[in-house]
């Protein structure tokens, strides 16, 4: 793709240059909107591993320090 100078010395690419306004339009938005959800899913992915970590986290180290204070407790 190379892009091109139009007399106004704007830079524009010729694959754009015949397609009208709604088209570009409408192809933005859909553009857009699959950055929108490539991000939405990665914060669900993200999230969901957040909470397996947060779960293994207050399953298994919360009560061994617990029972490991209690044991500091009696001696």
């Known amino acids: 793709m190379n ?12 694959m ?3 397609m009208t306004l709604q088209t570009r339009l409408i192809g933005s938005f859909l553009f857009m909107g699959l950055i929108v959800l ?7 992915f993200t999230t969901n591993e957040l909470n397996k970590s947060i ?10 320090l617990s029972g490991i204070w209690k044991i500091k407790e009696t001696s």
């Open 3 to 14: 892009a091109f100078y139009s007399s106004r010395g704007t830079v524009g690419y010729p």
């Open 16 to 18: 754009f240059k015949n």
């Open 38 to 44: 490539t991000m939405a899913l990665l914060g669900w």
């Open 55 to 64: 779960n293994t986290l207050t399953t298994n180290n919360i009560p061994s």
